[in-house]
């Protein structure tokens, strides 16, 4: 095969690719306009137009045509280390296509169809019982979609674990067995290290849940985008229920948050974590514009940037050495009596809870590992569904030492199963190991970094991932990135050691 | 040809409607998100999106699979007198499809594209030209733009006048002929009340021009909304540059204003406005749901519903007897000094003045007779693109009695021509007497209706609307709705005979 002949094919797929992603930004202003402004009675239609936007996006990833071009192009994405005949590029572009076209065309439109139809119901229903705390309300529901994942894992297949299917949906490669191995790691480090602040004296966060209105939260947190690089011309903030960010185009990523008046965490700190995904989805390379590699390469190094700056950059001393006095002005009243180092340690303050989204950064990885047993164990048929309320009782006396009192602080807490996402879980912890293993990186490229961020200077740091990390965009696998970036594959020992180092100076351990 | 066949027929041809309809909402959800929020630096990806999906659009409407299929529907609707085959409803709904898939396939994409690549250019020059006052600098792109709408008209194809198959785009199944008659009997009427009111007292608004802090606008006008009737559940009102109406489906119809802080005219009445033509969105009927009739018949029976609120409803004495108390408790400095009387002469003031969007509702016909009667002339070559600064300040001085000093005050004053939009003018100056026409019939059918919008009271007026002209959407054209409804065709008597009544009692006329 020439190379003319397979470069005929690349440039036939990259303009059908090209089609492929306008469909996806429409669908994502559609998505952003529901969440934000759409009124309350459009909901009906909007879902139908999303539907006809995201069946049109789908025929075209999956038409014949595109597998016949991508073998065409041939063996540069099959063996991409043993074929010289294209550019890196375009193998990083055929390797990310092959994966999704074929994955596309495993899942036969039935069991799609059969798949939307339990989740639309499922959703409703698990609404219901969360509310009313009635797991064997949803239990029916959820026993359908593992059944749906379970055939849709088995469509798309998998070489040792069924897990692996629905894993790398979310974490392109990346193998259930590896997850194990680190999250086993993570677990008997993390476990200890936990009892121990338990163990200690507790801060004081009593000042943040004083009155912080939302109007000066706003202006705060524009002050705080505008300082970490956040690009106002490509981007906006608004409110929506649930924070997000999402991607309409190359130059229009848009990040949400929601604010409570009177508990000043959920308002900045998701400001901060949705403009971390923002910077990443800014700083793609020009020269993936309009193609499938604009985009984060896995969620878990998606979430690895979120996390850097809510966590690593923006719950440290010198971020607030510097940003502290500008938040004391902006609410005297709530923060007069509150010195820099007490501000610091209550929004650090650690405590085993139900709840993931509200758990802090320590305990976080430990409501991971808990879906994470119960998924695979789910997906392998080792436990059934009515299993799971006892199963997470176990599991959260076991990591966490505690034991949710009802099914709604349990199983029922997140809304994931109910949308027919098993396999997506492990990103968020996964992006917790991924940005301490950036972050000492980081310190060792750029020694002086948090001494400019005392400074009020996030500019060295957001330019070593733009360097590092965003302009590379889908470009290189996760594994590839973190290779080519630390030196060696996903270590977990970087946030042993990050949060050891942090938290022995906030608590007696 | 039988019944049950052409009933099938039909049936594939609403389904494929139905797609149609569902594109075009996406694409008004691009356009309203572009003109509102989105990022500036998203220009030049959202025209791709917004190409994109009306390319979809145009390819479905144009298929040739649609014209077998309406010819298989067949006399339905080439006789739609003379058939009883099929029922009303799907008569309605072949002759539109008829009419707008017949459009679509006789324009060839390469015209499209010419046109599309002039207009581009076209506005881009119009901005500059009019900001500088140098029609020079437009003229050459002008004349491109109207020998592309010429090749257009021919493609279109017509029986009497060339700029008929420009017109039928906006105002379906009118003539251009009909139009020219109507205007002459408009101007003869106008011209010389224009002049009296010019020779009479002027009224004094100078109170307008205070201070009207925007956040206290948009409070009152939401009042207004909501004494209209807009149903915020399917509905939102925004901020834009230019004030507009954006269908986003049935269900999610969203307006826009723009506020001034020191004329109070542009904010309000362009939110009625708006509301007038939201309102007509918001009531077709249920059946029309997702189809090409639920749509406004024609831009001049949409005109006539913003018009009748804006100006036959809210600059009436019994709408501002019942707001006025009100307006003045919202701008408490700026209108203590000024009474209810005082207060509707001043936003009744007649002016003849150069800029059509400023005109008040005596004169603002006059500029439209001006345009028509240009556009007819270059359409059918009776001038040439160069006469065009002599042949405005002729036709001006003549219909307004002033000439304007600057071709910025002339014929760059307008984007429609710029953006390729030839035929469209004439739809505004038909809203007005159409608002005119139904307005003397609702007075008829309900004659205390002005005393109960006196009470604050709107629905008496919006549920003549609804049950008479809303709920038709497109099943009625223009002139068989209004001959339901008022008994006869247009009839531009009605409006000289609301203009002479009103200002009779404004001015010394």
Redesign the interface.
Known sequence: MSTEHAQGAVEELRQRDK?IQ??S??AA??SW?QET??????I???S??LS??QT?AHQRLSDPAVGELLARAGAAFENPGGSALLPDADRAFLRQLYRQHTRSTRIPEDLVKRMSAATSRGQSVWSRARRENDFSAFEPHLSAIVDLNIEMAERLGYEENRYDALLDEYEPWMKTARVDEVFTGLREELVPIVSAIAASKQVDDSFLHRSYPPALQEDFGKVVLEKMGF??????L?VSAHPFTEN?????I?ITTRYSPNFFNSGTFAIIHEAGHALYEQGFDEVHRGSLLASGTSLGIHESQSRFWENVIGRSLPFWSYFYPRLQETFPQALRDVTVEQFYRAVNRVEPSHIRVEADEVTYSLHIILRFRLETALLNQKISVADVPDAWRAESEALLGITPETDADGPLQDIHWSMGAMGYFPTYALGNLYAAQFARQLSRDVPDYTDEVAQGNLTPALQWLRTNIHRHGGAKSATELCTDVTGEALNPSYFIDYIRNKYSGIYDI
């Open positions: 089609e306008v469909l930004h429409v202003t559609l306009d402004y759409m009124p309350e009675g459009a009906d239609e909007r139908e137009q006809a936007i049109l690009d106002w011309m490509r981007g906006r608004d309409l185009g190359r130059d229009d848009r």
